[in-house]
């Protein structure tokens, strides 16, 4: 098991937790040292080590070169462009880690109730797809053949960055596009439907900002892969 083992989180780092889930639901845009010492009365050093253990607990990706370990993402939300973005209405709410983040960014407690649209596009031709959900369930999809495409093994995911899994998760139009962007990126992959998105983050999107304890991210990857092949994925190209 390559990942960082499971671990009690200390307070401070539920606190600074909370309080960036809320201060970037609420204005689209992550908070920087001094928003989160007013937010959450720390001392610098006391948040910087909040948000590496955040790190080491799959909550964030920072950047551990910087003085201010500037968050490059706090998930679900991206502090960078990726391709996926996020409206409510007319209000853009912010970039967004990943494809598979579509439907548990929408269960968060602050777009309870609200039509979340999602507009990205196939990365293999770059054709747009826009997918709208609400309360951690697809509403709409277009095309209807999207599919999310998932570029690396499971037994590579959450090794202290999220960065390579998250950049591995994205829609393809349908599974020949799958097929070209493998060719392009020189990686096999699988795919999964919106339905089977869903139930792979139905845990994520249950906990998220539901559950101020919400334990670490860490996870076994033997049973992950075993979770989404029970969801219906053919999981053989992360066999071979």
């Known amino acids: 098991m390559k990942q960082v083992p499971p671990f009690e989180w200390r307070e401070d780092s539920l606190k600074v937790r909370q309080f960036v889930y809320e201060f970037w639901c609420e204005r689209s845009y992550g908070p920087n040292m001094r928003d989160m010492h007013e937010g959450v009365a720390l001392s610098r050093r006391q948040i910087l080590d909040a948000l590496y253990e955040l790190q080491m607990g799959g909550m964030c990706v920072l950047d551990l070169n910087s003085p201010h370990q500037s968050m490059h993402r706090f998930l679900p939300f991206s502090g960078y462009p990726t391709p996926v973005k996020a409206f409510i209405g007319d209000r853009f ?13 929408s269960k968060m407690p602050p777009f309870e109730g609200q039509e979340v649209r999602i507009e990205s596009y196939c990365a293999c031709c770059l054709a747009p797809v826009t997918v709208t959900s609400k309360d951690g369930k697809t509403l709409s999809q277009q095309p209807e053949t999207v599919l999310i495409h998932v570029g690396l093994n499971p037994w590579d995911w959450n090794k202290i960055s999220h960065n390579p899994m998250c950049d591995s998760m994205n829609y393809v139009i349908d599974a020949g596009h799958a097929r070209k962007y493998e060719g392009m990126v020189s990686s096999k992959g699988v795919v999964f439907t919106m339905t089977q998105a869903e139930g792979l983050v139905k845990g994520v999107a249950d906990n998220r900002m539901w559950d101020y304890n919400w334990p670490t991210g860490s996870g076994d990857p033997g049973q992950v892969i075993e979770g989404i092949r029970a969801l219906g994925v053919d999981v053989s190209p992360w066999e071979q």
């Open 93 to 105: 709410l912010g970039y967004i880690g990943c494809a598979m983040e579509t439907v548990a960014f």
